[in-house]
Every structure is written in C-alpha cells, then in structure tokens.
C-alpha cells in the first residue's frame, strides 16, 4: 500500500505543472433576438475572429491557423458565461495548454 503513495504524490505535482495560457475575448457584437454573440479571442501569438449562434449550437473561429486549439476551450467559456457577456466587455480565461 504505501508504495502507490510516491506514484500518487508524483501525480498529483505533475498535473499542476501543466502548461497554462490565459486567452483574452472582447465581444463586438450581440443579439438575443437573433441569438448570437460576435467578438475577437487571443492567446499566445493568435487572434481569432468568432461567432457564436447559440440557438443552433454553432461556434464558427476564424482564421484556421490555430482554431483547433481554441475553440472547444471557446465554446465551454462562451456557454458557461453567455448571460453574462455584453458588447465592448473584455473577458479571460485560461487554457491548459502553452500557445
């Protein structure tokens, strides 16, 4: 039994050393009417321009270069926080990942 203690306490130290980046959102534009929130993401070296229709459940990132890496982050942000963000608001959030 206490062999597995070094194991489990080398765990635990090794998932707080995860790389993190923190990602900036600035929404431009919304509409509750037609249901969905326009703004700008960055992180690292990227910016992204995005739109979220969140009555069809579609969040489109662009450019591609490095969409893969922000927008499932994105998307959990934007649904957690979507009553709470307004236009010309600056928001953050952090990503486990060194981008």
Do not use: N
């Amino acid at each position: 039994m206490f062999a597995f203690i070094p194991h489990f306490i080398q765990s635990i130290v090794s998932a707080k050393r995860l790389p993190e980046t923190t990602a900036h959102v600035r929404i431009t534009r919304q509409s509750w009417q037609h249901g969905f929130l326009e703004g700008e993401v960055s992180a690292g070296d990227f910016e992204w321009h995005f739109q979220w229709h969140f009555r069809r459940g579609e969040l489109s990132v662009k450019p591609s270069q490095g969409r893969a890496l922000i927008k499932e982050p994105l998307g959990r942000f934007l649904e957690k926080q979507d009553y709470q963000l307004e236009p010309g608001g600056d928001y953050a959030f952090t990503i486990r990942a060194e981008l």
